[in-house]
């Protein structure tokens, strides 16, 4: 990055760290006079340290975003945006779909998609307990599993993939622990609903009130805008993929700070001395 910053005319040291980065090396620099904004990702500890700094922060913390799929969606079209969003960088980002809660009668179409269209494996009963032995050893969050692939995710528990292997599914109940578990690994489950509300009621129930991200495939607006004011959340990506937001507000954020530059010249060229003047 820094290297990136030269080439291109920058400042050299864009981008630092400390050797061994601490909640008590992160106070230190949070409290520093000369830092007026703190962007800061990971478990409760660092965001509430962030939020209570005195400063102006930008905290994420956890999520557990669920895709919505009610029977208006284009269910093809669904099934590619979630397996799209899913599987990007093997499913790290923290907006990304990391289960699906579908109405019962578009679940057998959508992964049916899923799987003939979109290079996914449907795990069996005994695969998905394995996974869960696996990814959640102990009950906790293995991170040695964390942003791996799906295919070296299947290759743990002696299961040799399809080389084309993208993301794996299965349908289980929302108390599932593959599907009530933040991952951040392309395993996708699948929850059944009765009708649009019992979808809402277990999409809500999976978010776990993090108010984080959530995401709907719907072509009906009065269920988009019901959805939306039941999960209450930060992000609600609607009939996309989630990755295509964030480059939407990276070059937002890019095109704003452009115009503040370019404003901040021209005020300085205004108040100039001219070359002309005596």
């Known amino acids: 990055l820094n290297e990136a910053s030269l080439e291109s005319g920058g400042p050299d040291n864009i981008a630092v760290t400390v050797e061994k980065p601490t909640l008590e090396t992160s106070n230190i620099m949070m409290k520093h006079k000369d830092i007026h904004l703190i962007a800061a990702t990971g478990g409760p500890g660092v965001v509430t340290a962030v939020l209570s700094s005195g400063k102006r922060g930008i905290g994420a913390g956890a999520g557990n975003p669920p895709a919505l799929v009610?029977?208006?969606a284009d269910i093809r079209k669904a099934a590619q945006d979630i397996v799209n969003g899913c599987t990007f960088d093997n499913n790290l980002p923290c907006i990304a779909e990391k289960e699906v809660v579908a109405v019962s009668s578009v679940v057998d179409e959508l992964m049916h998609y899923m799987?003939?269209?979109?290079d996914c494996y449907l795990a069996s009963k005994e695969e998905q307990d394995k996974l869960v032995e696996t990814v959640l050893a102990g009950?906790?969050?293995n991170r040695k599993c964390v942003g791996r692939d799906a295919r070296t995710l299947l290759s743990m528990i002696g299961v040799q993939a399809p080389a084309n292997t993208r993301c794996i599914i299965f349908e289980g109940p929302k108390e599932h622990p593959l599907i009530t578990t933040e991952l951040m690994m392309p395993i996708l489950g699948i929850v059944r609903a009765k009708d649009f509300d019992d979808a809402v009621e277990q999409a809500?129930?999976?978010?776990?009130?993090?108010r984080h991200s959530a995401h709907i495939h719907s072509k009906?607006?009065?269920n988009i805008t019901k959805y939306a004011k039941a999960i209450d959340t930060a992000i609600l990506v609607k009939m996309a993929r989630p990755i295509l937001h964030l480059d939407l507000v990276e070059k937002v954020t890019v095109h704003s700070q452009l115009q503040a530059v370019q404003e901040k010249v021209l005020q300085v060229q205004a108040h100039s001395p001219r070359e002309d003047a005596a």
């Open 204 to 210: 809500v129930w999976l978010e776990h009130g993090n």
């Open 220 to 222: 009906n607006i009065d």
């Open 139 to 141: 009950g906790k969050l």
């Open 70 to 72: 009610d029977d208006t």
């Open 115 to 118: 799987l003939t269209e979109n």
